[in-house]
């Protein structure tokens, strides 16, 4: 079957499995429709020297129909002073957005744009042994901090904190790479991270690790040990920056197990995952309210240490929370088991009614106002 579907600024038409997926429907249904030139813009594959206006303008013309696809986060360091202006090139168009991750920097008709949380496209991988603690069982450690590349914010965290009763690691720090009381993790998977050099603050945590002989990226393996010997975690994810959310399988990780934890990263995290059926109201997150980064980790501090030596406290948050930490494990599987189907579903909508979309055919642009679907 032919069809034509267009890679902006990609050579020889490289892109990743994830992106293959929806390149696969794109191409049953471009194929259906054989006279629709389809342009993807593939965000984080293209080359910097390609990311200019005039460049992309020329492409967006030609093609009826545009997908901007972008699994990572808007903000591509190098092009930040001109954000804005490619995204409102692109919302003169015919783009319709595919993200993982959303931002007050960059403004994408909502109508247009098919946005859900990182981790739901990465599933994670569970041990077949692994149980889930719903109720309160002895730990030795009442918090786990499990940390990657260094960052501000978590150094920050990482010094502020009292270690005692926290099983902490700090593997992309040059310096607290080192400061390991005990190894709780897999040896496989230390060995993976204390072997890295991390004098450039970064360290690679998508390295592969064989499990049930398949491929498992390091990051998305349960860590079980760790998490048989301590109650909660203490998350400090990949970004933290007002406005923007990008949460990743370190937020999913205890959602998808079951476990109560609490977070230093963006403010108002809360209320974004309400939006997609999650459930906090028990989880002592006053913090998450706070815009100052400061105020709120004094907050989550305050919060920690008077939670960390006392067992009664402990056995209050399992308590409470058990309702919630349930719901929001099987919305989690729920959200990974639908995520494909519902993307394949709106792309197909899309398709279907793009003769209902106000598509200008001679400029290829499209008018914001009727571009619902």
């Known amino acids: 079957m032919s069809h034509n579907i267009n890679l902006y600024g990609v050579l020889n038409g490289e892109h990743n499995n994830y992106r293959a997926y929806f390149y696969d429907i794109l191409i049953n249904f471009v194929s259906i ?33 545009s997908f901007f696809v972008s699994e990572e986060l808007f903000d591509r360091l190098p092009l930040k002073n001109n954000l804005e202006e490619i995204f409102e090139l692109l919302n003169k168009y015919n783009v319709w957005y595919i993200t ?19 981790f739901f496209k990465s599933k994670l991988y569970i041990p077949k042994t692994f149980t889930v603690d719903l109720k309160y069982n002895y730990k030795p450690f009442t918090y786990n901090l499990l940390l990657g590349s260094k960052k501000p914010y978590r150094t920050v965290l990482f010094h502020a904190l009292n270690h005692e009763k926290i099983y902490s690691t700090y593997f992309g720090h040059p310096i607290y790479k080192h400061y390991l009381k005990e190894n709780l993790d897999d040896d496989d998977i230390k060995k993976t991270l204390i072997e890295q050099d991390v004098t450039h603050e970064k360290i690679n945590t998508m390295k592969i690790i064989y499990r049930d002989n398949m491929a498992r990226a390091l990051s998305h393996i349960i860590p079980e040990t760790i998490y048989k010997k301590s109650h909660f975690d203490i998350v400090a994810e990949t970004l933290m920056k007002t406005g923007t959310y990008f949460l990743t399988e370190k937020t999913a990780k205890p959602i998808a ?35 100052d980064d400061f105020t709120r980790l004094e907050l989550l501090l305050e919060f920690i240490n008077k939670t ?20 929001n494990m099987l919305m989690y599987f729920k959200h990974i088991e639908e995520y494909n189907n519902n993307l394949r579903n709106w792309i197909i909508d899309i398709f279907n009614n793009f003769g209902k979309l106000g598509v200008n055919t001679d400029t290829r642009s499209i008018s914001v106002a009727t571009a619902g679907i």
Do not use: M
């Open 257 to 291: 197990t079951g476990r109560f934890f609490c977070w230093f990263t963006s403010s108002h995290v809360v209320n974004h995952l309400h939006n997609f059926g999650f459930n906090f109201d028990d989880y002592n997150t006053e913090y998450d309210y706070i815009p």
């Open 100 to 118: 993982s991750s959303t931002t007050s920097d960059v403004y994408t008709n909502k109508e247009r744009t098919y946005y859900t949380p990182w």
């Open 308 to 327: 960390k030596d006392d067992e009664t406290h402990i056995k209050s948050i399992y308590k409470r929370t058990e309702a919630a930490r349930e719901h």
């Open 33 to 65: 429709k054989s006279k629709l030139n389809v342009g993807i813009i593939p965000w984080w594959d293209i080359p910097y020297e390609a990311l200019n206006t005039k460049k992309l303008e020329e492409f967006l013309k030609e093609q009826d129909i």
